[in-house]
């Protein structure tokens, strides 16, 4: 491999690793859901698209933060009407059901969103998009840097919620012994909803961060963010969300090289095999936690 072939594999590694945070959003998601319910929303990522989807709305009408704003909000509704339909009035014991029954509200959103948009992938805004820097041979584009640090802030602000606040205690109590935090006076329902909430509004920042990464939404986006979520979630390790943020960056990097070293048509099987391997070696995750909670 001569210089030139070692800047561009590096690049490639560098802007994937900017966009893993996107992924980590996403695998987060899954695993605040999974480690207060023991439960997989499987259309939990669906729900980030069209969350940035209804952001568009008003994308004419306020300045382009506003819309990363709204895309947030709306996946906390969205985060809200998923808990309703699929899991609220749902038997507990019967995780079948649930699964199912997201996997439901997954093809319906694609579905909607292929009839709304007829199928055609809509611009999405994206900010310093050719604010690039440069450093040395290596240059950081300026929407993956925006993309990067706006997944950072709020993943520190989704940790210091759960350390810091009552919410998060309430959350983190149901997560490890249910029955102990109903005793103290703890509410199973409103901690679950919020929980939906919460990782709603990741989700949503999340379908904005997609949107501003790749410059379009299109309804194709769900389907494989729903699979690299699934991949962080279990690479990571079930319940752990630091797991899942350094996860998330490692399969965005690995992606990235993959592509660059086989093209895209084979990207997403080494990515795959990727998380074969760590079902073989290391089934319980990088930061497997006992009892697979956080």
């Known amino acids: 491999m001569d210089l030139l072939d070692l800047i561009d594999l590096t690049q490639s590694v560098i802007d994937g690793l900017l966009f893993g945070a996107t992924y980590a959003l996403i695998g987060i998601g899954f695993t605040l859901i999974f480690g207060v319910m023991h439960k997989i929303n499987l259309s939990y990522a669906a729900t980030s698209v069209a969350a940035a989807y209804l952001s568009l709305v008003v994308v004419n009408i306020v300045p382009t933060p506003v819309v ?5 909000l ?50 999405f805004p994206a900010m310093f998009q050719n604010a690039n820097i440069e450093l040395g041979s ?37 997560a490890q012994q249910p ?48 699979i690299k979520g699934l991949v962080v979630t279990v690479i990571g390790g079930l319940g752990s969300i630091p797991g899942a943020i350094v996860a998330g960056l490692i399969v965005g990097a690995c992606e990235n090289l993959f592509q660059f070293l086989r093209g895209v048509s084979e ?20 930061f497997a936690v006992p009892g697979g909670r956080d």
């Open 68 to 72: 990363y704003m709204a895309a947030a």
């Open 267 to 286: 990207r997403d099987i080494y990515v795959m095999l990727l998380l074969f391997v760590f079902l073989v070696f290391r089934p319980g995750g990088l």
């Open 138 to 174: 290596f240059f950081v584009r300026g929407d993956l840097l925006f993309v990067f640090v706006l997944g950072c802030m709020v993943m520190v602000a989704l940790i210091q919620l759960l350390k810091r606040t009552r919410l998060g205690l309430a959350t983190r109590a149901v």
């Open 179 to 226: 029955v102990a935090a109903q005793l103290c006076g703890m509410g199973i329902a409103s901690t679950n909803v919020s929980t939906f909430v919460i990782a709603g509004l990741l989700g949503g920042t999340a379908g904005a961060m997609t949107g501003a990464a790749v410059g379009v939404l299109s309804p194709l986006l769900a389907l494989p963010l729903t």
């Open 74 to 123: 709306m996946g906390g509704v969205l985060g809200w009407l998923v808990y309703l339909v699929c899991f609220r009035f749902l038997p507990i014991n019967n995780p079948r059901a649930t699964l199912l029954s997201t996997v439901g509200m997954l093809l319906a959103i694609e579905e909607f969103i292929s009839h709304i948009t007829h199928g055609m992938p809509l611009n």
